[in-house]
């Protein structure tokens, strides 16, 4: 037996009670830096080293294209889901972890949030004796309290050397879904009401050396989820794309230099930030504000508030949150980085996309966000469903931003908001192969676009948060968990109605079918309180209620029905509900529910939103509203009573009974108009109504413009 003599029980004790605390929490002051940081003298030598400034192009073209190749190779490899079809990115940081160049396509907002994950394993373990950082070592996070968007997404970091130097950061981010939360299978912890009860948080840490994991941790990561198997199948996956980006960059230093590779990130960020104040400067000086209502918390129906306010003033933006709900103990709260990220991801995606993807689009901002809000959370708060919040505060942007577009015609095509929500198949359990699986769908990824202001929006064309996805055919999901797609259509009305109608979306029904233990569930809003605004007298998108139906008789009552040829059935939520051609439970509510176990044969059938519309519906060309009502995209009642169409007996378009119906329409809003302040004086309310269980600031105070506001 070994005893310690008493100098070393004295060092021991002394280490014990003043050495470094047990725990480094997130550090607040990496999280609110969203500022470039000043050149390093590495940098600047690299940056005079090159004289040419056509390197700097090739060296950037170089760059991406060995991102976009990246890229593809995860969505091949990866075992998630949502990477499959697009919920991902790959890129390269700066040796002190700005994030300089991301691949073009999947979530470009990763690259406005992430920076703060390098920039706390450079503070906290490059010097640590017991962690440091060198070449082949791999270093792993999703705890959204240290940087990125929330738990489910995991960022894989690997340092890139160059002959015994660190020259950059290589990452890999990918959306796993499942994450061992400690209720809801699927990784949207929509009853966790504390951080706690949103499973596995990982915070900047090391988990391998020489490009070789540490089996032991990775075990202990598996063991916290329900499905095991894809973890360690996307932790591989993440770390062979990592590894085929550092050879790429490898042969790039050789055939070159590493002062270019420095050169080209660093002026890359600068570039990027001075050329997004540029464009602002040719907007409108003014102030444009949106705000954007909630339908739930999750565990309740409540109306709560998104308020934005933006000021522009020469090459300047301030984005300000002003009025918008407190933070509550629900898996909605955003941190304030990702609310900064989620402008950065309005610009990059539908404002100035042919810039490189980098963490100057936020830099060239800046924000007064109010603390304590749901867009301000602190690290305490639950945040799995932050991106909810989220969509809703892109929303309320995109409206103020369109606005101070409007008057700045040819810039940027202003257009109506986006379909902003996920109204997507979250599940778990057995699949048909006996295998335990838990995840989200990708139905979320055929949101339909904004209407523009010279041209309709597109259908099914992806999320808000990656608008170049995909989201895959019907029967790879029926060979991957046990469900029968049942159908996938656009329906009609689904859309924002207008001048310029926005671009709707799809309609999917699944039902239960291969395994007895499996679990459904749906986590969105929209379904009483449209998440999609118009603009300029558009319409919003249409609410989106979810149908969930229980035969009578199960599965076997089901597929006999099916064998006679599904009479009554039409492939429509609405008649499907109305006529209920199969016997048995019909409910449609708002589209949250946990992902609780249900019955083999029960059917759900949920709608993805569509795009706000743009301008008056009456100035809509009535062959264009024809077309719709032939393709199915409206029905009868909208073309009527929306867009005024009159039709003849044989169901042609009547034109002049419908520029009469118009111009009655037309007289019939002036007759019963006010003047603004009397409009003010009739709906303004002191309090919202009781019933509404509002969330939030009830604010009518005039602002140092003299306006009232609320």
Known sequence: MTTLDDAEAQQFLTDLISNQPVMYGPDSDITAEHRLRERTLREDEAMRSVTDPTDITVGLSRIEAVLESAMEMLEQICASPAAKYGDLIVGIYTREGEFAVASSGGVNMFSATTSPVPKFINRYWADEPTVGIAEGDVFYHNDANYGGTHNPDHTLLIPLYWQGEHIAWIGAIVHEGENGAAVDPGGFALRATTKYGEGVRIPPMKVGENYTFRRDLINLFQNQVRDPLLWLTDFRSKLATARMVEQRMHDFM????????IATMRTVLESTEAEVRRRIAAWPDGIYRGSQFADTTLLEERLFKISVELEKRGDQLTVRTRGSSPSIDRAL??????????????????????????????????????????????????????????????????????????????????????????????????????????????????????????????????????????????????NEIPVLGMWRRIPPDNHGFGKYRGGSSVEWAYMLYGSQMFAFGITSMGGKFPVTGGMFGGYAGACIP????????????????????????????????????????????????????????????????GGGGYGDPLEREPA?????????????????????MVRDGNGDLDEERTREARAQARKDRLDKGLRYDEFVAKWRADQPPAHLGYLGSWDWSDGEDGVARQ
């Open 624 to 644: 264009d509203v024809m077309k719709d009502l032939r393709r199915g995209l409206i029905s009868d009642t909208v073309a009527r009573d929306v867009y005024r």
């Open 333 to 478: 709260n955003a941190q304030a980085h990702f609310t900064r990220a989620m402008v950065g991801n309005l610009f990059m995606n539908f404002l100035f996309a042919d810039l490189p993807r980098t963490a100057g689009f936020v830099s060239a901002l800046d924000f007064e966000l109010e603390p304590g809000s749901i867009v301000t959370a602190d690290p305490e708060q639950p945040t799995s469903l932050s991106l909810m919040t989220m969509f809703c505060f892109s929303a309320a942007v995109h409206s103020a931003v369109t606005k101070a577009l409007f008057a700045n015609p040819g810039s940027v095509r202003p257009m109506a908001p986006w379909y902003a929500m996920i109204p997507t198949l979250q599940y778990g359990g057995l699949t048909q192969h006996g295998q335990l699986t838990a995840n989200v769908s990708t139905e979320m990824n055929a949101a339909g676009g904004g209407a523009r202001c010279d041209e309709d929006g597109e259908h099914a064309a992806g999320p808000v948060f990656a608008p170049v996805s995909d989201w895959g055919e019907i029967e790879m999901r029926e």
């Open 254 to 261: 050789a055939e070159r230099s590493a002062e270019l590779l």
């Open 546 to 609: 979810l149908v969930r139906v229980r035969p009578e008789g199960g599965v076997d009552a089901v597929l006999d029905w099916m064998a006679k040829g599904a009479p009554g059935l039409n492939y429509d939520a609405r008649s499907f509900v109305a006529d209920q051609p199969l016997p048995g439970s019909y409910e449609v509510s708002n589209p949250v529910q946990a992902a609780d176990p249900i019955a083999e044969g029960d059917i759900w059938i949920q709608r993805v939103g």
